[in-house]
């Protein structure tokens, strides 16, 4: 037996338990201190795993001995010669990527929600026995996860193992009745595990999927080590989320995202599905592997700061779409109007010219993760902007290089100096090092893009590569930019708000800096029933306010919580914020091939 033992079982499906048990073979004479994580590698938020413990108790010799609680998340154990048997209940209702979720119809964690940590046993090897729930109802289910098998036989229940703690909790597991494919790369089988009910082309996904692994491969070199690789999928109604691992991602969608029998072409769901798969393979070795400093070894126990998650995410979203085109998934057209997309979604938030990306890396534990109804106007994406910036680095390596050094030799150096080594990348140094390896003075593109608010030269970057670059007036609050559309007849006016529609009206979610709504006083939360006395929907809102010129003034009757209100409004032109991209003349090297 390994040094820590885990056995776990979804004991009562219906209720939403998992038991765990741990078994310690020789604790801490003085008193075997363990806790639960604070957040979970890959998501930047403080999410009290141990919150979700339901019962706990601890035995040693035989009988019960006393436990302390020392903090929210750590315990204390009486003094004991082992071993030390530690049983607990965890609540688990959360579907999504970061936790974990049982029902009667299918089982998933991460380690994080569900594995203690031993102090002082954190390096040390450790096993797992998975075990089925009881009930013939359970009889079909089957096992998902990258872990190392140790007895149990693949996709089955039974014994698994992990090097230390940190493995141990960086392998999701799903169990349940699901679809299963395999496909192999670099020698290495790939399997895609999609839960939940679904009509999806699992031959065409298993196609895709291998290309976009494929390519990315070749751009690193080589696939890190591991026996497998896995796509935890869990298909729902409506959904959009992925969490990285070192050898498998979690991810949620839409069933209708997935490709469906007899239809060719690629629909903007299933790319969009096609992007998250593609990043978080990517973060296989960008994040998993070559990590900021910071993150070496994790600190679960409290939030870990660094300034470089717009390399890591930024770079990433750079890299998820544009292996698409490359990789021959989609037209270079369809990528443009991808990447015309994030360039709208950036500048149509204010909070671009108030804060760098350099900080919102660093305050991703606050603003980012715990955004209010005034983020688009107080905070940028290290995720969208990062990704620009990743582009006009790319591209600015191209152009000074004359097409010889690019961002794919950047990651490869990352991958070697860093990702192969295990050494945590230094943010005061790697901007030096990038220089170095690539012989481009990159000190003011540096500055000006990460730690500045000044507007990225956008234009100036797809000039160089002969893209033309467009900024036109919004059709709607809904236009997401990305595609031409016929000239207005009339100057656009916008709300400046956004919103959704709910019982009797539209509620408004967030107000944008400077715009019709803010300067007429409303708020976010404000209901708003009527335009000039006539009722509006979330349909209507657009085509009624877009009835009004610039300088007109009108009325917006809404509620405020159970007061109406009346708002003085006057119609403005809307801004051009709204992003088209378009080709000059062939396709660019950079949307073709790797450098």
């Not at 776990?8 to 008193?31: L, N, Q, Y």
């Not at 196609?207 to 896995?230: K, S, T």
Request: glycine share 10%; net charge negative; proline share 4%.
């Amino acid at each position: 037996m390994k040094p820590i033992h885990y056995h776990i079982i979804p004991s009562k499906p219906a209720a939403h338990i998992f038991e765990v048990s741990c078994i310690v073979r020789t604790p801490d004479p003085t008193g075997q201190v363990f806790s639960m994580p604070a957040w979970i590698p890959g998501s930047y938020m403080i999410r009290d795993f141990a919150k979700n413990i339901v019962t706990i108790k601890a035995s040693c010799g035989g009988g019960e001995i006393k436990l302390d609680k020392t903090d929210k998340q750590t315990w204390r154990c009486e003094p004991c010669q082992g071993p030390l048997t530690i049983v607990y209940e965890v609540y688990a209702w959360d579907l999504s990527v970061r936790s974990a979720h049982l029902d009667t119809t299918h089982a998933y964690f991460n380690g994080t929600s569900v594995f203690m940590s031993f102090q002082g046993y954190e390096n040390e090897p450790c096993s797992v026995e998975i075990l089925r729930p009881e009930g013939s109802g359970y009889a079909n289910w089957q096992v998902s996860t990258a872990m190392t098998l140790s007895g149990a036989a693949l996709h089955d229940f039974g014994a698994y193992q992990a090097a230390n703690y940190e493995e141990l909790i960086d392998h999701p597991v799903e169990m349940g009745s699901f679809t299963l494919d395999t496909f192999e790369v670099a020698g290495v089988p790939h399997d895609i595990v999609i839960s939940g009910r679904h009509r999806a082309d699992r031959g065409r996904l298993k196609c895709d999927l291998a290309i976009i692994c494929e390519h990315h491969v070749n751009l690193f070199g080589e696939l890190p080590e591991m026996d497998r690789y896995v796509f935890q999928v869990m298909a729902v109604g409506e959904g959009y989320g992925g969490l990285e691992h070192r050898a498998s991602t979690s991810l949620l969608c839409s069933r209708y995202d997935l490709p469906l029998k007899g239809v060719d072409e690629v629909s903007e769901q299933y790319r969009a599905f096609l992007g998250l798969c593609s990043h978080e393979y990517f973060h296989t070795w960008n994040i998993k592997r070559i990590k900021p400093k910071a993150f070496v070894p994790y600190d679960l126990t409290t939030e870990v700061y660094t300034h470089l998650m717009w390399m890591f995410e930024g770079i990433t979203s750079y890299y998820d779409d544009l292996a698409l085109v490359r990789a021959g998934l989609i037209t270079p057209q369809s990528y443009l109007e991808l990447l015309g997309q994030n360039i709208t979604r950036v500048i149509r938030g204010s909070g671009r010219l108030k804060q760098t990306v350099w900080d919102s890396s660093f305050y991703t534990w606050t603003k980012f993760y715990k955004q209010d109804e005034n983020a688009p106007n107080a905070i940028v994406s290290y995720y969208g902007k990062g990704a620009l910036i990743a582009m006009g680095l790319d591209l600015t390596l191209r152009q000074q290089t004359a097409g010889k050094t690019s961002l794919d030799d950047v990651m490869r150096y990352l991958w070697q100096t860093y990702g192969k080594t295990g050494e945590g990348v230094d943010e005061k140094t790697i901007e030096d090092e990038i220089e170095k390896l690539t012989g481009v003075g990159l000190g003011d593109f540096f500055t000006h893009c990460l730690r500045g608010t000044g507007e990225l030269p956008l234009s100036d970057w797809l000039k160089s590569s002969d893209v033309n670059y467009q900024l036109r007036l919004p059709e709607s609050s809904r236009d997401k930019g990305g595609k031409k559309t016929e000239e207005a007849k009339h100057k656009t006016v916008m709300l400046g708000a956004r919103f959704t529609g709910t019982d009797g009206g539209v509620r408004i979610t967030h107000v944008l800096d400077g715009g019709v709504a803010q300067r007429a006083g409303l708020s976010a939360g404000d209901i708003i029933i009527a335009i000039d006395n006539i009722r509006i929907d979330a349909r209507s809102l657009d085509k009624r306010v877009g009835e009004f010129r610039p300088g007109e003034h009108f009325v917006i009757q809404a509620f405020r919580r159970d007061e109406l209100i009346e708002f003085q409004a006057e119609a403005m032109e809307a801004m051009a914020d709204t992003c088209v991209l378009s080709l000059q003349a062939g396709t660019p090297d950079w949307l073709m091939q790797q450098g």
